[in-house]
């Protein structure tokens, strides 16, 4: 079988789901004739029609909601936020009303929120922000964020079926740099479950996303030029995070560097490290570190941008001053 | 004394909010409703009425647990508009629509279990008052940012157009939350979207202290459907058959496929946002004007009498009705005790299903458990302020 995209990967997820379940339709803005800003709707409309594939106002409230509403009435839909930086205009519906909803009412809302993620491309302050903290941090909401095209697609296959609300984080810088083979048959990745995306034993890398790949070439130059052996978990779900896996790594290197694309105070980051120092803190023989973007909107200009972000030199120097505790 | 049943009541405008903005068209279906519904409306206002009534003697006397929300003087604007719905229809009502509520199948001994916290009430303990739904019964309950339920009933009656369902929804809306985002772009969408979705704007004059006037320039609310390309109908609010005639109508409209309609019912709130609200900022003699001259129940009280034959003693023979109902709810509700404790970590999630207590709770059932009075509780001492 031929490798497709990450972006493919999902267009080929919504296809199937939406054949697979008459009750799976999209919203978004641009996503019919259009395809979508970035095309991953492309050719929907003109296989399941207009009833389906419903090109919407400028309205993220609305499209949050309606997809709740629709929720509630044993639909699934996929709402497009056509980045993910709009995804704060649905704050409110999505945090009060969205999250809330199973729990002091009993209505489920299985719904997808999905978008264009994260920096690396040049797109300045709306364009490129990753907003997960925030809702991660929201009881009710589950968070995937990908960072391979087959786990692209099985995650997306995940969250369509789930039966509460899942906001799905692609990586635009990803969407047509990684490739893949999908795995035959129904490829379904399960939702809470890490991927080990390197084996090791000296250190562990826990992150996701983009920075799952720039640790992977950190982990290539570490094992050239100093000889250390990185484990990388990829963890795929950031709500609920996959403890197990976070535990396990930890206990077996005792060296643990967390690392994301995601602004540093109040990240995802902070949580991981506070959750291994409640844990596992007697494994320890160094103190959790964190490779992080820094705590300013993301800038426009190369330079500028490429020094806010977390690099691959970053991960290298961080593991080595970790390695050296 | 009663005037007799053939003596011509004096029909008036005088005490109607805006009569010239009435411009509600069309036929009135309430000529089609049987003696015995016209009757019917009465009962659900007088209910309502006399289970807030109860509902105020329990928060004094501290068994609600939380804030009071009355809907005194609006019983006409939620029950008229909810007897136009069939049960199939979804209806999704504010705060101000207990009345709505039970018109679709709401029971007062869930209001009340609702207000006191109890763990057998519709949403076990989790949420306040009239904040709870019944997809089966066909209301959804609302949530405190106002103005969200609109998207979300966009989206409910979308399922209904996608689905060939011959189903219709209808929201609430206050004046004050047409001023927030949620609504333009839930009754936006909608009307793109030609779903069957009935807006009703209850206009009470208030939103908690803030007057129309500094909630919008629009000289009428009904205006706004004008923006939106979808018929507007204004309407006396507390005038049950009116309310019913506009709701159905646009109830109608929305079922023929004519997609959405937006409703301007004329009210006035009589107390405060909540029990708390001293109404201070009310102009004075305001609500004293309302509550004697532009009251629904007793205006439909007049209305009955004169237009329907029904007898005071018939009137007396339904307000009993409603009391014992209230009676025996309250009797019922009373039984049951606050939740386990516990159970506030279930459902947060359909999986996970539960949430673990977190280690400094393990093994303990409360938080009653743990410290026989919580720490820092103490009881306020008047004297001791005083001596500061």
């Given at each position: 079988m031929a490798e497709i995209t990450y972006l493919e990967a999902i267009r080929e997820a919504l296809f199937e789901e939406m054949e697979r379940d008459v009750n799976v339709f999209c919203m978004g803005e641009d996503i019919g004739k259009f395809g979508g800003a970035f095309k991953v709707t492309e050719g929907l409309i003109e296989k399941f029609g207009e009833e389906r594939v419903i090109d919407s106002p400028i309205s993220e409230i609305a499209l949050v909601g309606a997809a709740a509403g629709a929720g509630h009435m044993g639909m699934r839909p996929v709402v497009e936020m056509q980045f993910i930086d709009f995804l704060a205009n649905a704050y409110d519906i999505l945090t009060n009303y969205v999250a809330t909803a199973r729990y002091r009412a009993f209505l489920p809302c299985p719904m997808v929120v999905r978008g264009p993620s994260g920096g690396y491309v040049r797109g300045g302050p709306f364009h490129s922000q990753n907003p997960e903290a925030g809702f991660i941090h929201t009881p009710g909401l589950k968070v995937v964020y990908p960072s391979t095209a087959e786990d692209a697609k099985g995650l997306m296959k995940a969250a369509i079926r789930d039966d509460d609300c899942v906001l799905f984080f692609e990586h635009k810088y990803l969407y047509r740099r990684v490739k893949a083979e999908m795995p035959a048959g129904d490829h379904v990745t399960p939702i809470g479950k890490a991927r080990i995306a390197r084996e090791g034993k000296d250190l562990s890398i826990i992150t996701y996303a983009s920075t799952v790949w720039k640790s992977l070439e950190a982990a290539e130059i570490l094992e050239k030029e100093d000889g250390l052996s990185v484990e990388i978990i990829d963890?795929?779900?950031?709500?609920?995070?996959?403890?197990?896996?976070?535990?396990?790594?930890?206990?077996?290197?005792?060296?643990?560097?967390?690392?994301?694309?995601?602004?540093?105070?109040?990240?995802?980051?902070?949580?991981?490290?506070?959750?291994?120092?409640?844990?596992?803190?007697?494994?320890?023989?160094?103190?959790?570190?964190?490779?992080?973007?820094?705590?300013?909107?993301?800038?426009?200009?190369?330079?500028?941008?490429?020094?806010?972000?977390?690099?691959?030199?970053?991960?290298?120097?961080?593991?080595?001053?970790?390695?050296?505790? | 004394m009663p005037r007799s049943a053939t003596e011509k009541p004096a029909k008036t405008n005088a005490h109607r909010p805006s009569p010239a903005a009435h411009r509600a068209g069309g036929d009135r279906p309430s000529a089609q409703l049987s003696r015995e519904q016209i009757v019917d409306l009465y009962y659900w206002m007088r209910l309502t009425r006399t289970l807030e009534e109860r509902l105020v003697a329990?928060?004094?006397?501290?068994?609600?647990?939380?804030?009071?929300?009355?809907?005194?003087?609006?019983?006409?604007?939620?029950?008229?508009?909810?007897?136009?719905?069939?049960?199939?229809?979804?209806?999704?009502?504010?705060?101000?629509?207990?009345?709505?509520?039970?018109?679709?199948?709401?029971?007062?001994?869930?209001?009340?279990?609702?207000?006191?916290?109890?763990?057998?009430?519709?949403?076990?303990?989790?949420?306040?008052?009239?904040?709870?739904?019944?997809?089966?019964?066909?209301?959804?309950?609302?949530?405190?940012?106002?103005?969200?339920?609109?998207?979300?009933?966009?989206?409910?009656?979308?399922?209904?157009?996608?689905?060939?369902?011959?189903?219709?929804?209808?929201?609430?809306?206050?004046?004050?939350?047409?001023?927030?985002?949620?609504?333009?772009?839930?009754?936006?969408?909608?009307?793109?979207?030609?779903?069957?979705?009935?807006?009703?704007?209850?206009?009470?004059?208030?939103?908690?202290?803030?007057?129309?006037?500094?909630?919008?320039?629009?000289?009428?609310?009904?205006?706004?459907?004008?923006?939106?390309?979808?018929?507007?109908?204004?309407?006396?609010?507390?005038?049950?058959?009116?309310?019913y005639d506009v709701a159905k109508r646009a109830v109608d409209r929305a079922r023929r496929g004519e997609g959405v309609t937006l409703v301007e019912l004329m009210t006035y709130r009589r107390k405060g946002h909540a029990e708390h609200d001293n109404q201070s900022y009310v102009p004075d003699g305001e609500i004293e004007r309302w509550a004697t001259e532009n009251d629904p129940l007793t205006r439909y009280i007049d209305r009955l009498r004169d237009d329907f034959s029904v007898t005071p003693a018939e009137i007396e023979q339904i307000d009993e009705r409603a009391r014992r109902v209230v009676d025996e709810a309250t009797d019922e509700a009373e039984k049951s005790g606050l939740p386990q404790a516990l159970d506030a970590l279930n459902g947060v999630y359909a999986d996970p299903p539960a949430e673990k207590p977190l280690w400094f709770r393990e093994g303990s059932a409360s938080v009653v458990d743990q410290h026989e009075r919580p720490v820092g509780w103490g009881v306020f001492d008047h004297t001791a302020e005083k001596e500061h």
């Open positions: 963890l795929r779900t950031l709500n609920p995070l996959d403890d197990d896996a976070i535990q396990t790594t930890t206990r077996k290197t005792n060296r643990v560097l967390v690392v994301h694309e995601d602004t540093r105070t109040g990240g995802l980051a902070g949580e991981i490290t506070a959750r291994i120092n409640e844990t596992s803190f007697a494994w320890l023989d160094a103190p959790v570190l964190r490779v992080t973007a820094h705590d300013v909107p993301l800038p426009y200009a190369p330079s500028l941008e490429d020094y806010v972000l977390p690099q691959t030199a970053d991960i290298v120097r961080a593991a080595r001053s970790l390695a050296a505790y | 329990l928060y004094r006397q501290t068994k609600v647990v939380g804030g009071l929300f009355r809907s005194l003087g609006q019983e006409a604007d939620a029950v008229g508009c909810a007897y136009a719905l069939e049960r199939r229809d979804i209806m999704s009502p504010l705060i101000r629509n207990m009345g709505a509520m039970l018109v679709k199948g709401a029971t007062p001994v869930e209001i009340l279990k609702q207000y006191m916290a109890k763990g057998d009430s519709p949403t076990r303990g989790r949420e306040l008052n009239i904040h709870f739904g019944d997809t089966d019964r066909g209301f959804i309950g609302q949530i405190s940012p106002l103005g969200d339920m609109i998207p979300v009933m966009t989206g409910v009656t979308m399922t209904f157009k996608m689905r060939k369902q011959d189903r219709v929804g209808l929201v609430f809306i206050g004046d004050g939350a047409t001023s927030t985002g949620a609504f333009h772009e839930g009754i936006n969408f909608a009307a793109v979207q030609k779903c069957p979705l009935v807006v009703i704007v209850e206009n009470n004059g208030y939103a908690y202290s803030t007057p129309t006037v500094k909630q919008t320039a629009a000289k009428q609310f009904v205006d706004k459907a004008i923006g939106y390309g979808v018929p507007g109908e204004q309407a006396d609010g507390n005038d049950v058959l009116a309310v």
